[in-house]
């Protein structure tokens, strides 16, 4: 969990996303054997701003 916002996220995310897949890449192997990765982060503060969420009656 990342406690502060350290305003380095997207980056530090992308890092570690691209050295998930650059650790299965292997000599010889092929691009389509590469497994997705899928990347969650769990933050205790708000990444995005949008507005409150509301409903339509």
Known sequence: MQLKNEHNIEQRSEFYGAKL???????GKKYIDLKPVILINILNYNLLKVPEYCTKT
């Not at 897949?21 to 000599?27: A, F, K, R």
């Open 21 to 27: 897949i650059t650790d299965q890449l292997v000599s």
